[in-house]
């Protein structure tokens, strides 16, 4: 069974540019979430999906940062504009349904000149 | 302070040794409980569930102290594959699974 994918693996940007990232989670798998892992520390939730609507954004920094999901399958997430302090890896997870098991990609690593 | 609390390490210990991490959570209404493994610079993976009754996975085992708010997770026969980051997480939603991470306590094997 395929994992989580994610594009790119790698991504070097300039503050203020902006930058997307692409998820497509295990297939079937209702709940999609992103987090950011800064270095040394562990992940935080910015943002789950169930289906194509949202459950909790509440951590994810709203005047830079926005995610959707349309078609209730992959993701985005676009940071613009991007600050020194996002760099960081972006790591997308997928689960069946709310309460399932959390399976995660190998994430984008983001670093901000 | 912390929602999970960790002590970082690392903790560097020779293969065959016992090796024990404890992981302290705030919330004392938090749900469930899970230790995650990452290796270096890859991605977290689930390595068990924590009950209260305690669990084990071979040479896992992972204990809950609801009344300290605290998680244990031991490992036996340390393996040089066990080098690695383990991550406590907690659940502090019974709506659905809203992970918290602990910032993870790294583990150096050597021979």
């Known amino acids: 069974e395929a994992g989580v994918a994610q594009s790119p693996r790698y991504k070097i940007i300039e503050k203020r540019q902006s930058v997307a990232f692409w998820c497509n989670p295990i297939s079937g798998h209702a709940t999609l979430y992103w987090y950011q892992q800064i270095l040394g520390q562990g992940p935080k939730l910015l943002i789950q999906?169930?289906?194509?609507?949202?459950?909790?954004d509440s951590q994810l920094p709203k005047d830079r940062f926005s995610a959707e999901r349309l078609k209730g399958v992959d993701s985005t997430l676009k940071i613009q504009p991007a600050k020194l302090e996002d760099s960081a890896v972006y790591l997308c997870?997928?689960?069946?349904?709310?309460?399932?098991?959390?399976?995660f990609g190998p994430g984008t690593r983001l670093l901000v000149l | 302070r912390k929602e999970v609390e960790q002590d970082p390490g690392p903790f560097n210990v020779p293969e065959g040794a016992t090796v024990a991490f404890n992981c302290t959570y705030s919330?004392?209404?938090?749900?469930?409980f899970f230790w995650y493994r990452q290796d270096c610079r890859k991605e977290p993976k689930l390595l068990m569930s924590?009950?209260?009754s305690g669990n084990e996975d071979g040479r896992f085992t992972a204990q809950l102290n609801r009344a300290s708010q605290y998680i244990s997770l031991l490992i036996r026969d340390s393996k040089l594959s066990d080098s690695a980051t383990y991550l406590c997480?907690?659940?502090?939603?019974?709506?659905?699974?809203?992970?918290?991470f602990g910032t993870g306590t790294r583990l150096l094997v050597s021979p």
């Open positions: 997870a997928s689960s069946l349904g709310l309460g399932g098991t959390q399976y």
């Open positions: 997480v907690v659940n502090p939603d019974t709506g659905f699974q809203k992970l918290v």
């Open positions: 924590v009950y209260s």
């Open positions: 999906f169930q289906n194509n609507g949202v459950v909790d």
């Open positions: 919330n004392s209404a938090s749900q469930s």
